[in-house]
């Protein structure tokens, strides 16, 4: 079953909330294929829910979920649940 883009972009903020990752790791966590990968974190770097920062040991930057981002986990999260209340009250 295919995933909606809101629910990829949640996995992808999910995976970068604690500590900055590399893209390669993001799109290997979320399932992602390399071009639909850097859409969507380019997507998400645009939108404010991610930033870029410097990585430790690494040359190249890392991606970190931002308060914005926080926040959109946050109310994807409830409505998901209202949803599913919903769906079982049916």
Same mark, same amino acid.
């Given at each position: 079953?295919?995933?909606?883009?809101?629910?990829?972009?949640?996995?992808?903020?999910?995976?970068? %909330?604690?500590?900055?990752?590399?893209?390669?790791?993001?799109?290997?966590?979320?399932?992602?294929?390399?071009? %639909?990968?850097?859409?969507?974190?380019?997507?998400?770097?645009?939108?404010?829910?991610?930033?870029?920062?410097?990585?430790?040991?690494?040359?190249?930057?890392?991606?970190?979920?931002?308060?914005?981002? %926080?926040?959109?986990?946050?109310?994807?999260?409830?409505?998901?649940?209202?949803?599913?209340?919903?769906? %079982?009250?049916?």
């Amino acid at each position: 079953m295919r995933r909606a883009k809101l629910e990829i972009v949640k996995d992808v903020l999910e995976y970068c %909330r604690h500590a900055p990752k590399r893209m390669s790791w993001v799109i290997q966590s979320v399932h992602l294929n390399s071009a %639909r990968g850097q859409k969507i974190l380019g997507l998400c770097v645009k939108r404010g829910f991610l930033q870029e920062v410097p990585m430790k040991n690494y040359l190249r930057k890392g991606y970190l979920t931002t308060e914005n981002g %926080r926040e959109f986990i946050k109310k994807y999260d409830e409505l998901a649940a209202i949803l599913q209340e919903t769906i %079982r009250a049916i």
